[in-house]
């Protein structure tokens, strides 16, 4: 996830592009630049003739690239900005976007999924490349078709797109085009800005706000090309589209969050979409198998990997922990996970063959960066799950699988979760396929129904308002039980973890089957119980366990009359939450979020402070 900014018309579109991007910098902040088409009387570096583009980076936030333009001014009506999260290249000036080929200056938003086989066959003719991005070679593309001849920068932009596969949302300028920009986009956020004698584009509402409230949202699959006096829409086919423009009425507040009340209820929303980016340019169906080169994890190491081992902390750990469940079913291989914390004070056994996965939502966290050092030192392989480019964890391990989550800001941990399962299950399928467990046609079953369930967490997320009342029937609980079984015992510890760490009340998740062991004695009538209890191979053994405690509340499978008859709740509100029925394999990414809802819904109604809680911070880099 980045931020995109773009402006055309007759004032000065430096301080709008920068003041675009600091509304966006929360979607990135590991680079940021600027492309200008520079007004040669007026800006200290143009030097050349009308129409010139200068380019100005820097890495790290968007406070570097102020600096760097304090240093050296630009002046000029039309441009476009970046601040980048990084998914393809390390954070770097030369990754940093805008990327230039020729006459060409791109900025994006997105993942290219055949950016391999596109940079193989432009070296072929003699392309030379500055970066390490996908982006850089849809700017070659683009002056590609320039330079054979396309009639206009809108039309190089269709035939350069024809190419690629994958996501983007795109702005694009051309050396002696001065006063166009050229947007398009598919499965990535753009949306134009309608002013007075000026046009804008951005990646989120935020940026256009202190200057224009007529907002047009572009689609997948169209192209815009942009002046000071409006905007003409086509398809990629080049049918024109005509489409109303929308007024926004949310303060610069509420749109930086999307219109949501907090970032953490946003970040709750955003998971189909990251779900979506994390499984993009991984999943091969027709062959019922994982591309999984980033892994590191040849053949022969799959093959002979004696033990898997998952370090983490916090809610990674709880993802990790059902990726145990997963790796020892489908890999049919030994997993152990292991807390960050608990590792580096003893003196555990590694081996080289042993796999070890690292992860760490930051790719920073101190004990877990820990536990990888030792396990480097004893011959592991380690592989980093995270979710930044680049990350300490990251550097040191021997290969990282990095999430698309893109930046998360609440403290409380939702979609970089979602998308550590999904690495997990990934992981899980790669192993299998390569350790001969796994035939391709039950591979290619898992791997669709982990491709639909993107849309099943839509459809669970549209039934938010079930979690918000059963929040109001329990606002003055002081303590919760979370019971689950199998790859759901993990969800429960999570749900749990979420109650406690955002609305501060005291919750505590258990497997279920353990609840005969000693904890039953704390049921009462004070004391809440949530039973996650899907229909899938534990249900019977876990319906069990809601009777001995007599659980008022349930997470159920849609049309479940059992329990909804236990509960005393025929209808479809009262005490249950419910999900669509799916694959085993992806049930904890749609049990999860009735419980995300259900503590924020707590939180909120109780008044905290959902995203930053109290004593708790983003990233742990300290004891």
Not at 72 to 101: D, I, K, Y
Not at 582 to 592: D, G, K, R, S
């Amino acid at each position: 996830m980045c931020g995109i900014v773009g402006y055309v018309g007759t004032k000065n579109c430096v301080p709008i592009l920068v003041g675009g991007l600091r509304a966006l910098e929360y979607r990135g902040y590991d680079s940021a630049g600027l492309a200008v088409h520079v007004t040669p009387s007026v800006s200290p570096r143009g030097t050349g003739a009308s129409g010139s583009i200068e380019v100005v980076r820097a890495v790290g936030k968007l406070a570097h690239l102020e600096s760097a333009l304090l240093k050296a001014p630009l002046v000029g009506t039309t441009g476009v900005g970046h601040t980048r999260w990084a998914t393809h290249g390390r954070p770097s000036e030369a990754n940093a976007h805008p990327h230039v080929a020729g006459r060409v200056a791109v900025v994006h938003n997105g993942i290219i999924e055949n950016h391999v086989a596109l940079r193989r066959e432009l070296e072929n003719r003699g392309t030379r490349f500055s970066s390490d991005t996908d982006t850089e070679i849809v700017a070659c593309l683009i002056d590609e078709a320039l330079a054979g001849g396309a009639s206009s920068l809108t039309l190089a932009v269709r035939v350069a797109l024809a190419r690629v596969r994958g996501a983007y949302a795109i702005a694009v300028l051309a050396r002696g085009m001065p006063d166009e920009i050229v947007v398009a986009k598919a499965d990535s956020p753009l949306v134009l800005g309608l002013g007075d004698g000026e046009v804008l584009c951005a990646s989120d509402i935020p940026a256009l706000l202190g200057h224009t409230r007529n907002v047009v949202f572009l689609h997948d699959g169209e192209v815009a090309t942009l002046t000071a006096n409006g905007v003409a829409i086509t398809t990629l086919a080049g049918a024109e589209v005509e489409r109303a423009s929308k007024r926004i009425d949310w303060s610069p507040t509420q749109a930086e969050k999307g219109g949501h009340k907090h970032f953490m209820l946003k970040e709750i929303h955003e998971q189909p979409r990251a779900v979506e980016d994390t499984l993009r340019g991984r999943v091969d169906l027709g062959a019922g198998d994982v591309v999984g080169d980033e892994l590191g994890i040849t053949p022969e190491l799959a093959r002979h990997v004696r033990r898997v081992y998952f370090v983490a902390c916090g809610t990674s750990a709880h993802a990790a922990m059902v990726g145990r469940y997963w790796v020892e079913q489908l890999a049919r291989v030994q997993a152990v996970v292991e807390i960050g914390s608990e590792v580096r004070y003893r003196d555990p056994v590694f081996g080289e063959e042993d796999l070890v996965v690292a992860v760490s939502q930051s790719g920073e966290t101190l004990d877990t960066l820990a536990a990888v050092k030792t396990a480097k030192a004893r011959g592991a392989h380690v592989l980093a799950v995270a979710n930044v480019i680049d990350s300490a964890i990251a550097r040191i391990s021997d290969a990282a699988l990095y999430t698309h989550a893109g930046p998360e800001i609440g403290v409380a941990s939702t979609k970089c979760f979602t998308t550590q399962l999904v690495a997990m299950l990934l992981l899980a399928v790669y192993l299998g396929r390569r350790r001969g467990t796994l035939e391709p046609d039950a591979a290619r079953r898992i791997l669709e129904e982990l491709s639909r369930a993107p849309a099943q967490m839509r459809e669970v997320l549209g039934r938010a308002d079930s979690a918000r009342q059963l929040a109001k029937k329990h606002l003055r609980a002081s303590h919760m039980l979370f019971l689950g079984r199998g790859t759901n015992y993990p969800i429960a510890l999570e749900g749990a973890l979420k109650l406690k760490e955002i609305s501060y009340v005291h919750a505590e998740g258990y497997a279920a089957g353990e609840m005969k062991h000693g904890p039953i004695a704390l049921i009462d009538e004070d004391m809440p119980v949530v039973a996650i209890c899907p229909r899938d191979s534990h249900f019977e053994k876990t319906f069990s366990n809601m009777q001995e405690v007599r659980a008022r509340e349930g997470l159920c499978t849609d049309g479940d009359d059992d329990v909804r008859s236990l509960l005393g709740s025929p209808g479809p509100g009262g005490d249950i939450l419910s999900i669509p029925p799916c694959a085993p394999e992806v049930l904890p990414l749609l049990t999860v979020i009735p419980l995300q809802l259900f503590a924020y819904y707590m939180a909120d109604l109780k008044g905290t402070d959902v995203d930053q809680p109290r004593n708790l911070a983003k990233t742990v880099t300290v004891e």
